[in-house]
């Protein structure tokens, strides 16, 4: 698809962008260029611009305001060994974009589209993707309603913007596992819900359990089933992933997808990481009582999250309001450290892409 390119007339001296580039953490830095198509029910998707980074402006009565019809999606480019760069499974969060935006009742992007507009941004920042394994540039699509109209029903003008944030390692202090606070009060996403939608809304109504894990002391919440509050379902915006061992054959277990789960791609990726190294694999519902009782027996060896930004963080302690219990005695397990490698291994294409996950941009 032809992009309309209407890039900066002087970019950043390297000088200045290396100073924005260090120690950039998640999310807190932006690249100098964005990507926007506009939507009108009449005539489609515009011809995309690539323009400066900035501020856009909004009608006051724009429904995304006041109604929340809002998605995004997060990928990453990796720098490669061989010096070129490379999306991640762009292919995944086009689909998965476009599922979200069913379930919000908004018009679907086309997959040339959204792969163009990665492609442009990412040839343009081409300088922000640092070269150090760990690091990357994460790509941030969004799309939100537009009309100016305070009728409750779908809008008829969407905007599609893409921009991009250089994350340095998610754990500059080292590798660490968190501890998670288990949310019976409050609930993510419940069945019919939006939960299996990267829809703006679930974020915002789950802030409140965030900060209660905060307030009991915790890293991080993990959100339990709707109906009964006894079911694994997520850690904050990252999959749930056991390890059991099964006479000492390694075993991944997450919980199955109920529609209440975020189809995380990392998660899809582990899936079959897990045939290809030969071990065990089944999604499953598990229970917060069996997750307590086997981490305790040492049959459920470890407990990890799994997500784009941060690839894999492992639990060391569970607490809630019935009581607290250590997983893999509080330390980091040896699988959740061979999976990050051999994820990063992938990402950063030191080992063969065998399933063509890596979409090279020259
Ligand atoms: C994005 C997200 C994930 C992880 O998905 P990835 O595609 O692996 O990054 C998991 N849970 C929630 C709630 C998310 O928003």
Same mark, same amino acid.
């Given at each position: ?74 990928l990453k480019?990796y720098?490669q060994k061989n010096?070129n760069v490379a999306l991640f499974r762009p292919v995944e ?40 394994r ?20 779908? +809008? /008829? $003008?969407?905007? =599609? ?16 596992? !968190? ?71 390694i075993?991944l ?12 791609i990392t998660r899809l990726s582990l899936i079959q990481i897990s045939k290809d190294l030969d071990w065990g694999f ?12 086997? +981490? /305790? $027996?040492?049959? =459920? ?5 799994c997500?784009?930004?941060?690839v894999i963080?492992?639990?060391?302690? !569970? ?19 061979q999976l990050r490698e051999y994820l990063l291994d992938l990402q950063h294409g030191e080992i063969p892409d065998s399933h063509g996950w890596l979409h090279p941009i020259?």
């Open positions: 698809m032809k992009i309309d390119l209407k890039p900066l007339k002087q970019v950043l001296s390297k000088f200045d962008r290396e100073v924005r580039m260090t120690n950039p953490g998640f999310g807190r830095v932006f690249s100098e260029h964005m990507v926007i198509s506009d939507y009108e029910a009449s005539s489609g998707w515009s011809t995309p611009i690539l323009q400066p980074y900035g501020p856009i402006t909004l009608d006051p009565a724009a429904s995304i305001l006041h109604y929340g019809q809002s998605i995004f999606e997060g480019c720098p010096g969060n086009w689909k998965r974009m476009n599922e979200s935006a069913h379930r919000l009742a908004m018009p679907s992007i086309p997959e040339d589209l959204f792969i163009s507009a990665a492609e442009a941004l990412v040839r343009q920042d081409r300088s922000w993707v640092s070269d150090k760990g690091e990357s540039l994460y790509l941030r699509p969004l799309m939100f309603a537009t009309e100016a109209a305070l009728g409750v029903r779908p +809008s /008829i $003008s969407y905007r =599609f913007v893409l921009f991009a944030s250089p994350c340095g390692s998610y754990f500059p202090q080292g590798y660490k596992a !968190v501890s998670v606070w288990l949310s019976e009060d409050y609930i993510r996403a419940a069945p019919g819900g939006t939960g299996a939608a990267k829809f703006a809304g679930n974020y915002g109504a789950s802030l409140i359990g965030q900060k209660q894990a905060i307030d009991h002391g915790c890293d991080q919440v993990v959100w339990l089933d709707a109906r009964e509050h006894r079911y694994l379902e997520e850690m904050g915006g990252m999959n749930i992933c056991l390890v059991e061992k099964k006479n000492n054959q075993h277990v997450t919980p199955e997808l109920t529609g209440t789960i975020l189809p995380g089944s999604e499953r519902r598990i229970s917060t009582q069996e997750w307590q009782e086997k +981490s /305790i $027996s040492g049959e =459920f060896s470890e407990t990890f999250a997500g784009t930004a941060a963080t492992p639990i060391r302690e !569970v607490k809630s309001r019935t009581g607290s219990w250590l997983i893999n005695q509080g330390t980091i397990g040896p699988v959740a450290l020259n």
